[in-house]
């Protein structure tokens, strides 16, 4: 059984800063390419970043400068610290990530649940 968890979103002023968690548990072999996604109400989920397990990224234009992400492979975490928030970066986050199994030596893509981000004064 695999969870993926994120966690660290919350209510923040524009200009401020969150940093969100992506945190995979259970029976891994591997945490390879992560992505952090967001979605607001009546849109399309949207890329935000991506990393591979070597440590490449890619940003969505809307938020490069802004939002680096980040991985600890020993933890199976993946970080996404965004800075100099707006409010058009109001959305639920969610975490994407191909895992590769330990008992059956598969890969699957694995969704999180989802963190809320406000950003408003």
């Known amino acids: 059984q695999v969870q993926l968890v994120e966690s660290g979103g919350g209510l923040v002023q524009p200009g401020g800063s969150l940093r969100l968690s992506c945190a995979a548990s259970?029976?891994?072999?591997?945490?390879?390419?992560v992505g952090w996604y967001r979605q607001t109400p009546g849109k399309q989920r949207e890329l935000v970043a991506t990393?591979?397990?070597?440590?490449?990224?890619n940003y969505a234009d809307s938020v490069k400068g802004r939002f680096t992400i980040s991985r600890d492979n020993a933890k199976n975490t993946v970080y996404l610290q965004m800075n100099s928030l707006k409010p058009e970066d109001t959305a639920v986050y969610y975490c994407?990530?191909?895992?590769?199994?330990?008992?059956?030596?598969?890969?699957?893509?694995?969704w999180g649940s989802g963190t809320q981000v406000t950003v408003s004064s």
């Open positions: 994407n990530a191909r895992i590769r199994l330990e008992v059956t030596g598969r890969y699957l893509d694995y």
């Open positions: 990393i591979i397990r070597s440590g490449i990224t």
């Open positions: 259970g029976s891994i072999s591997s945490f390879n390419t």
